[in-house]
């Protein structure tokens, strides 16, 4: 939460959905889910509604923490191990499957070839069908390198290139996802409710019990996603999202067809 271009950019969109809609069907059957978060709990303020109800239907979700820890006045007695305690616990409250942290150092973190690569063979482990990442205008450096990286990575993981990374190109997400955590998005795209989740959410960001002496981050996150849920539907709690990238949803079998009717017994013409 610690407060380019390139070929990969090439392959994203945006506005290619309602504003303020979901789009249905985008996330029927989903199986796999990555979400890459530049800081311990941006997933959980970013996305981590989603993230439970991603899990309630079914999906293992993966979650990449790039960067490590930056000590402050406030939390420095905290060790290193019971930090990392509040990471597990706070993946615990969401149902993640997998939390995988790259520890990249925190106000020295540069995108390179080999952290590239680090989050390409993730990806191509993983194969998602839905990513989520910082939006494009975070209010952090590190969140809008972070959003760099994965766009690249997101290429790269496609690419017949990079065979250092390991495994085949993975497929094209199906939907890609901005989230935001410093800077609330003027605009957004895409509108999931979390009214069933808000209760884990809450509860995940508790779990940073070092974060919250920082400030009552447990309070903003149930705030905004009720805010949220305002004005995306009137009422309720939601989460809101810029669409990177958008597929069309797998199509699903047509209804069986009946067999036509036999002709009746002597109906038929010579």
């Known amino acids: 939460m610690t407060a380019g271009s390139s070929e990969g950019t ?4 945006t506005g290619v959905a309602t504003p303020g809609v979901a789009t249905p069907g985008v ?8 979400v890459v978060a530049p800081h311990p709990d941006d997933d959980v303020i970013g996305c981590g509604g989603s993230i439970a109800k991603h899990v309630r ?33 706070a993946a615990k409250a969401l149902g993640v499957h997998r939390c995988i942290r790259f520890e990249e150092p925190s106000r020295d973190f540069a995108l390179n070839r080999r952290v590239h690569l680090d989050l390409v063979r993730v990806l191509r482990e993983v194969r998602p ?12 450096v590190e969140h809008r390198m972070v959003h760099q990286l994965t766009v690249e990575a997101l290429w790269m993981a496609r690419s017949e290139f990079f065979q250092e990374a390991g495994g085949p190109p993975m497929p094209a997400p199906r939907l890609v996802l901005g989230y935001e955590v410093w800077a609330p998005m003027a605009r957004f795209q895409y509108a999931e409710d979390i009214g069933g989740q808000i209760g884990a959410k809450v509860e995940a960001m508790r779990a940073y019990v070092s974060q919250l002496r920082h400030a009552a981050w447990d309070e903003g996150v149930e705030g905004l996603a009720r805010y949220r849920g305002a004005v995306s539907a009137g009422s309720g709690y939601a989460e809101v999202f810029q669409v990177l990238s958008l597929a069309a949803p ?9 067999p036509p009717p036999a002709d009746p017994a002597g109906g038929g013409r010579d």
Not at 27 to 34: A, C, E, F, I, R
Not at 66 to 87: K, Q, W
């Open 10 to 13: 090439a392959e994203v969109t």
């Open 27 to 34: 996330t029927t059957g989903v199986t796999d889910v990555l």
């Open 57 to 89: 239907d079914g999906a293992r979700v993966t979650v990449v923490i790039v960067i490590g820890r930056e000590r402050s006045a406030l939390d420095d007695a905290v060790t290193d191990a019971e930090f990392a305690a509040e990471t597990e616990a």
């Open 129 to 140: 069908q839905v990513v989520y990442l910082p939006h494009d205008n975070d209010d952090d």
């Open 250 to 258: 797998p199509p699903t079998a047509p209804p069986p067809t009946a």
